[in-house]
T-cell receptor, first 115, second 111 residues
Framework: GAVVSQHPSWVICKSGTSVKIECRSL??????MFWYRQFPKQSLMLMAT?????????EQGVEKDKFLINHASLTLSTLTVTSAHPEDSSFYIC???????????FGQGTRLTVV | SQQGEEDPQALSIQEGENATMNCSYK?????LQWYRQNSGRGLVHLIL?????REKHSGRLRVTLDTSKKSSSLLITASRAADTASYFC???????????FGTGTRLKVLA
């Protein structure tokens, strides 16, 4: 299957700072990327959908000014958690879909801890 | 909530036994996938079943799909301690490629 890489795999940051997470499709062009969040012992919740070159579409209840998503190229999407607080500590996972793909491929996830 | 439901929430079995997990979803789908997640780790893709398929096998895994009931099941045969993990179904809602995850089943296989 296709490879999606996330970076970093884990990050610890101080409360009030911003953190950027990258999601790259390594061997295909991802026209659409999705960002998910997973709290401990819970399932994955879709946060937003981004299409290359256009604004992201956020799911209900997700603050677009707090979670900035940029999908500037066909192989890279970034999620920036702005002014992070301890309640933003979570596991963030992206998935990417190619133009002709019937499925989306998942990155390995990023564990964010805000202290 | 769009989230799918899985049952049981937790399952504890002896090594060698079979484990069955069920998933229900709410909308029409293009395909449904099953994933495994070890504690604190990323997702491992297990199997994809398309909406026009009813059953699929991969090694010790068997997945069924009943689109009329909007449900799927994952059977793990001859379970091993290494199968201990959380298992999630993810339904690709029609035409969007957004995967809506189920609530997950935590499987514990006792050696």
């Amino acid at each position: 299957g296709a490879v999606v890489s996330q970076h970093p795999s884990w990050v610890i940051c101080k409360s009030g700072t911003s953190v950027k997470i990258e999601c790259r499709s390594l061997d295909f062009q991802a026209t659409t990327m999705f960002w998910y969040r997973q709290f401990p012992k819970q399932s994955l919740m879709l946060m937003a959908t981004s299409n290359e070159g256009s604004k992201a579409t956020y799911e209900q209840g997700v603050e677009k000014d707090k979670f900035l998503i940029n999908h500037a190229s066909l192989t890279l999407s970034t999620l920036t958690v702005t002014s992070a607080h301890p309640e933003d500590s979570s596991f963030y996972i992206c998935s990417a879909r190619g133009q002709d793909g019937i499925e989306a491929f998942f990155g390995q996830g990023t564990r964010l801890t805000v202290v | 909530s769009q989230q799918g439901e899985e049952d049981p929430q937790a399952l504890s079995i002896q090594e060698g036994e079979n484990a069955t997990m069920n998933c229900s979803y709410k909308t029409s789908i293009n395909n449904l996938q099953w994933y495994r997640q070890n504690s604190g780790r990323g997702l491992v893709h297990l199997i994809l079943i398309r909406s026009n398929e009813r059953e699929k096998h991969s090694g010790r895994l068997r997945v069924t799909l009943d689109t009329s009931k909007k449900s799927s099941s994952l059977l793990i045969t001859a379970s091993r301690a290494a199968d201990t993990a959380s298992y999630f179904c993810a339904a690709d809602t029609s035409g969007t490629y957004k995967y809506i995850f189920g609530t997950g089943t935590r499987l514990k296989v006792l050696a």
